[in-house]
């Protein structure tokens, strides 16, 4: 039995890479090659049953896949930021409408479509109908030059908000007190989520770091880290389970936890763990949605069929559009396109909910060809959409831009890309009345002072304040400057000098050469806005 496992294994995942290969030529995603495979492999040739040992590597694709989901998509602290904005009105109607479209469908409100699902199996189909794709939709945004217009940023926000909310939908559906609701039970599970959070994010920020430092430089074990992050991640699966949530809710929560870690630590951690996903697991995990695929949903009515693609389409859209006009969001018709972004999580969610039997094969067969439907269609949808609007959209400023947008945009590039070596900057001997009037530029509050390669510190203009103006004259800027400043390296990625920014409530950072120790210049986070609008328009 062993062998039949390594063998259908083996199989599926050297036929999905070379399918991926062949299917990346006419620019078709790779989830729709992994499925391929696992149709040609299954229900077509009969060559591959997903029965057996092979379901515990198809298992462990699902916690991996959903914990690279979280630390790649969502980020907590910028869903925290972004429900502060009026993009959070809009997200919330645009669920609240896209559920209850879907979920007229799922659980018959008014009308039997004949799918035969509980209240549970009802609800997460809508849940899994009314997500949005984050990654998609950043990709879209950056290939179309739109990440950091008011369009793109709105529609992402709404998304991000969006997202996070449909999937603690869906991860309730799968619970335990899914099956027979009470508010108690509610209650319950919305405490044991939060404390699941709380914890996993307190392990993660306070715990994981020193860790893994600490044993690396006493034990000196190759890959130790990754050993550490994989055996975590088991260990929250479990934990999650013993809660009554889903596994894959619970890797999902410990990735979104792990990307709040400096980018550096992660750039470490992540590549073994993506190597083992992207060569392995995700193959596997994707091709068995293919393996599991029937025609079984041909016998489903064809007004089922066709209200269960068109009503959440529909609801979904509507949904979007309604809650941008509601919050005033100029153009509320191209922002409600930016929530019909799909992705693979979807396809993903459904075969967890196959595994729960939560959904039968036809409905499970049937949904995993429409994900696959929005997979393909739904870029090229969002990229007209987004092409009609106004070009003359105004930059955002750099604190309108949600963190995990940023994060999309950052990767691989150093602090030493962006900074400016040949600028020059006012000396501590420098007088207060000199510096406002020959230094402070517009939509800058922060400034580095500095003279012959020694850092002397920060001084931000809210400080001023706090001084006479009839001494500006007579007080040299070194005297009003904070020396206790935080700094960023020349090879630290820009990602880290970002975040660093952020927690200091800062606009500029000093840039040290590591070693010596010698003032090179300053980043701003303007000019971070700026690197990531020149990627997005194809620049250097």
Known sequence: ?????????????????????????????????????????????GIVDPAGEVRVLLGVGIFLFFFLIGLDELDISGF??????????????SVVVSLLAALVVTFNIGFDFGLGLGFAGSLAVAGVLSLTSLGVLAKVLIDEG??????????????????LLVLLVVGFSVGEHAAHPTPAGILRLAGQIAGFVVVTWLLVSRVIPPLIALLRRLLRVPQLSFAVILGILF??????????????????????????LPHQIRRELVPGMRSAADGLFVPLFFSSAGLYLSTSFVALDPWTIAALIAIPAAGKFGGAALGAAVARIERPLVAGTGLLAKGVAEIALLLVLRETGLIGPDVFSLLVLIML????????????????????????????????????????????????????????????????????????????????????????????????????????????????????????????????????????????ERGSKRFLGAITSQEIVELITSEARGGE
Request: hydrophobic share 50%.
């Open 80 to 93: 925290l930021t972004a429900i502060r904005s009026r993009c959070s009105l809009a997200a919330v109607v």
């Open 1 to 45: 039995m062993i062998y039949e496992a390594l063998l259908a294994a083996g199989l599926l995942i050297v036929f999905s890479k070379l399918l991926e290969g062949v299917l990346r030529r006419f620019r078709l995603n790779a989830i729709v090659a992994y499925t391929a495979a696992g149709i040609l492999l299954g229900p077509v040739t």
């Open 235 to 260: 260990l929250v699966v479990v934990g999650a389970e013993e809660m009554g949530l889903h596994g894959s809710l619970g890797a999902l929560l410990f990735g979104a936890a792990l990307s709040r």
């Open 146 to 163: 739109k990440l950091r217009t008011p369009i793109g940023i709105e529609m992402f926000t709404m998304a991000l908000i969006a997202e």
């Open 373 to 512: 439907g929005y997979i393909l269609l739904t870029p090229l949808i969002i990229g007209r959409a987004v092409q009609s609007a106004e070009t003359a959209d105004s930059p955002a400023t750099a604190g309108a831009l949600p963190p995990s947008l940023l994060r999309f945009a950052l990767d691989n590039v150093t602090v030493g890309d962006v900074i400016d070596p040949a600028r020059s900057h006012a000396g501590p001997s420098v007088s207060v009345r000199d510096f406002v009037e020959d230094w402070v530029v517009p939509h800058q509050q922060d400034y580095v002072v500095a003279k012959d390669g020694e850092l002397s510190g920060i001084v931000s203009l809210g400080m001023l304040r706090y001084l006479p103006k009839q001494s500006w004259a007579e007080t040299p800027l070194g005297n009003v400057t904070r020396a206790n400043t935080p700094n960023t390296w020349s090879d630290e990625p820009v990602e880290d000098a970002l975040q660093q920014m952020t927690e200091a409530s800062l606009t500029v950072l000093p840039v040290l």
